[in-house]
């Protein structure tokens, strides 16, 4: 079994997100493994122990930082990982993104795709399913729970939907996006980091994957940010601080009369 | 290639959902700019009576897609059933919901069509015949303004952002029958698992009241429920009572959560740490409750309570039945 785990580099949640002539700045964040990511590597590891045997690669499009990413991934136990990187791919919309990805894949011989749900930075939601469409293979996307059946051929899926779950039954190879819930990932072992520190990720680039130049980057982008804004800030309201029980009965009475709820 | 905007209806349990005529609402909007009519279409079995009713909201014209093969929603029937009438029709602007369904089958059209796709809107612009989209990043810590390189435009739609518009039963619209053949479908749905009880959903309730670790143990979730109760409103939970496992995930707001735009939203117990306030700052109107008078929730709140949530809560609990009561 060959599961295959594509990987994003993100800014850390705890970021305080910084605005520069109407686009981010980053020049002070801080990254990390893109966290649905990281239920997408465990659910992986969990299944090659299962199953006691198999591999599982790590796939990332990024640029260079994005080698933190795989070695994380590599330090709780992935077997290998492949950067793919370009200067053709800076920029890359989710369609492009897919598209890169998809080409490596087609030079793998998966069985199983991981994505997380989303990256917790642009939050388009849309890679791991568009590669699912690119490779032409079925996917489920924001997955709580998993069962591969005993044949190794098909997996059982709980998706998350409104007011319950949706349980899926797809053939593999597929595309599987990993929701919050899954599974609770492991952390690294001071062991596993120490062995991934002087690793060589081999890097693939365009021409290896065979993807054309200008299929990927900012000039194929089918959707383009032309400006980000930060929100307005809200101004801070009433406090009451006096007695809870009265102050209860302010704001209730407040929120009917006021802001006209109920 | 036409100025129409094509809305993809959701249809739950014979039951037009609210985003879909929100969606209408906008979409008419947007047809009207670009100087064309606003579509919907509707697949299911069983739904064209239902599907009928959407000329109520503002649909000028309406395609139904009904077959058994369409009963559930699954990415690649849909997918296959709406790619042709996307290449038939030639639409603007294709509109779907930013709901479970719309998120996951939205890329799948999208990468079919080989075009763009702009998720979770939460506003429109239309300049010199181009449509413009705005969409939170970061889970709302930023706003980015985006542009599709082309005709058809595709986005999803977050719920409760955009007014539904009332129904006019004077309105009556084209209704065609589309081809609705599923084609092969490999991931198929084997059943649905609902939650008990009939509170209203996160992402759709137009109130949510939500608790966190100021809770101390998660039995006392109830307090939280029964406020809600009393409110029609939706339960949240913060990340740390999700982490420690006293509510599932589908409870979270915040940025590994659910994002929230209700029009009330109660924070009781929650500090509000940067990753909740990403989830719910965007409500209308922000109560908090929480013992910590430095606590980060009160900068984002209309009303603010300094004080014991069990204190608190069950007096506002009180306080609305009566005014219920009170009709």
């Known amino acids: ?262 | 290639m036409s100025n129409d905007v094509l809305v993809v209806a959701e249809i739950r349990d014979g039951a037009l959902k609210k985003i879909s005529l929100e969606m209408l609402g906008e979409g008419r909007n947007i047809a009207k700019q670009l100087g064309g009519d606003v579509q919907a279409v509707a697949l299911g079995h069983g739904v064209a009576d239902v599907a009928t009713t959407l000329a109520l909201y503002g649909a000028q014209k309406i395609f139904v897609a009904d077959d058994p093969s369409l009963e559930n929603y699954t990415a690649e029937g849909y997918t296959n059933v709406l790619a042709n009438l996307v290449k038939q029709t030639q639409p603007a602007l294709v509109l779907l919901g930013a709901t479970t369904a719309g998120r996951d089958l939205a890329p799948r059209l999208a990468a079919r069509l080989a075009v763009g796709l702009a998720s979770d809107c939460t506003g429109f612009a239309v300049q010199d015949g181009e449509v413009l989209m705005t969409r939170p990043i970061y889970a709302g810590k930023a706003i980015a303004t985006v542009e599709e390189a082309g005709r058809p435009y595709m986005t999803t739609i977050r719920p409760n952002i955009f007014a539904a518009p009332e129904a006019d039963t004077s309105r009556a619209a084209e209704v065609e029958n589309i081809p609705a053949d599923a084609g092969e479908i490999r991931a198929k749905v084997l059943e649905m698992i609902m939650e008990a009880g009939e509170r209203v959903e996160l992402t759709e309730a137009d109130i949510v009241v939500s608790g966190g670790r100021g809770l101390k143990a998660p039995e006392h979730f109830a307090l939280i429920e029964e406020l809600a109760d009393v409110l029609g409103a939706a339960v949240g939970a913060s990340r740390a009572t999700v982490d420690a496992g006293w509510k599932d995930h589908s409870y979270q707001v915040g940025q590994t959560g659910k994002v929230v735009t209700p029009t009330l939203y109660i924070a009781c117990g929650i500090s509000g740490a940067i990753q909740h306030l990403a989830g719910m700052k965007t409500s209308k109107y922000i109560v908090a409750v929480n013992k910590d008078p430095e606590a980060p929730i009160f900068k984002v709140a209309d009303y603010g309570i300094v004080g014991d949530l069990f204190k608190v809560v069950p007096v506002l609990t009180e306080e609305f039945r009566k005014m219920k009561a009170e009709g």
């Open chain 1, 1 to 262: 079994m060959h599961i295959v785990i594509c990987v994003k580099q993100v800014p850390d949640t705890e970021t305080k997100i910084r605005v520069k002539d109407g686009q981010l700045d980053h020049s002070e964040t801080k990254y990390v493994v893109n966290p649905y990511d990281e239920y997408a590597i465990e659910e992986g590891l969990r299944i090659k122990e299962r199953l006691g045997e198999g591999k599982i690669t790590l796939v990332s499009t990024g640029p260079e930082r994005a080698k933190d990413a795989l070695k994380s991934g590599l330090a709780v136990g992935a077997d290998e990982a492949i950067h793919l990187l370009d200067e053709a791919f800076e920029g890359s919309d989710p369609y492009a993104t897919a598209l890169i990805l998809s080409k490596a894949l087609q030079k793998l011989d998966y069985d199983m795709v991981f994505c997380g749900k989303q990256g917790v930075d642009e939050d388009h939601a849309q890679v791991g399913i568009i590669l699912a469409e690119l490779l032409d293979i079925p996917h489920i996307s924001v997955v709580t729970k998993l069962e591969i059946s005993d044949d190794l051929r098909s997996v059982v899926a709980h998706r998350e939907v409104e007011g319950g779950h949706a349980v899926v039954e797809t053939p593999l190879p597929a595309v599987i996006t990993a929701q919050k819930g899954l599974n609770e990932p492991r952390y690294a072992s001071i062991k596993g980091i120490m062995a991934v520190k002087k690793k060589v990720i081999p890097e693939w680039n365009a021409a290896e994957i065979g993807v054309e130049g200008d299929a990927v980057g900012v000039e194929s982008a089918k959707i383009t940010s032309i400006e980000v804004t930060l929100p307005p800030d809200r101004a801070g309201g009433r406090v009451f601080d006096e007695d809870p029980a009265q102050d209860a009965v302010k704001v209730a009475h407040l929120l009917r009369d006021e802001a006209k709820i109920l």
